[in-house]
C-alpha cells in the first residue's frame, strides 16, 4: 500500500508560480511511476505530466511543456510539480498518482487507470 499527500495548493495571479509536493508513505517508492493529473471544473481528469522511475524520463501535455516540471527526490520519496508563467486555464484539482506498470510509454502514463494509488488532490487557483 502506498499512500499519497499532496500540498503547495492555492491561489496563485497569472503568470506566477507554485510547486505542488506529493509525499508518499512506503519504503519501495522508487518503482513507481510517478504522475500528476488534473480535473478541472465540469471536466474529466486530465493527465498533466509522469515521471520515470529513474528520473530520466518525463512526458508533459502539451498544454503544459515548457512551463511545468515534475521531478522526484527517492531519498525523500517525494514528487514535485513546478508550474510557472501559470494561466487561468491551469485552474483545477491536481492529483498525484503512483503505478507499478512496466512501460514507461506516453499512452500508458496518460491513462488515469495505470496508475494504482492517488492522492486526494489538492487545489489550484489562477486568477487574473
Known amino acids: 500500500q502506498v499512500q499519497l499527500v499532496e500540498s503547495g495548493g492555492g491561489l496563485a495571479q497569472v503568470g506566477g508560480s507554485l510547486r505542488l509536493s506529493c509525499a508518499a508513505s512506503?519504503?519501495?517508492?522508487?518503482?513507481?511511476?510517478m504522475g500528476w493529473f488534473r480535473q478541472a471544473p465540469g471536466k474529466e481528469r486530465e493527465f498533466v505530466a509522469a515521471i520515470a522511475r529513474n528520473d530520466r524520463l518525463t512526458y508533459y501535455t502539451d498544454s503544459v511543456k515548457g512551463r511545468f516540471t515534475i521531478s522526484r527526490d527517492d531519498a525523500k520519496n517525494t514528487v514535485y510539480l513546478q508550474m510557472n508563467s501559470l494561466k487561468p486555464e491551469d485552474t483545477a484539482v491536481y492529483y498525484c498518482a503512483a503505478g507499478q506498470f512496466f512501460s514507461f510509454s506516453y499512452s500508458d502514463c496518460t491513462r488515469a487507470r495505470s496508475y494504482d494509488y492517488w492522492g486526494q488532490g489538492t487545489h489550484i487557483t489562477v486568477s487574473s
Open positions: 512506503g519504503r519501495t517508492f522508487n518503482n513507481y511511476i
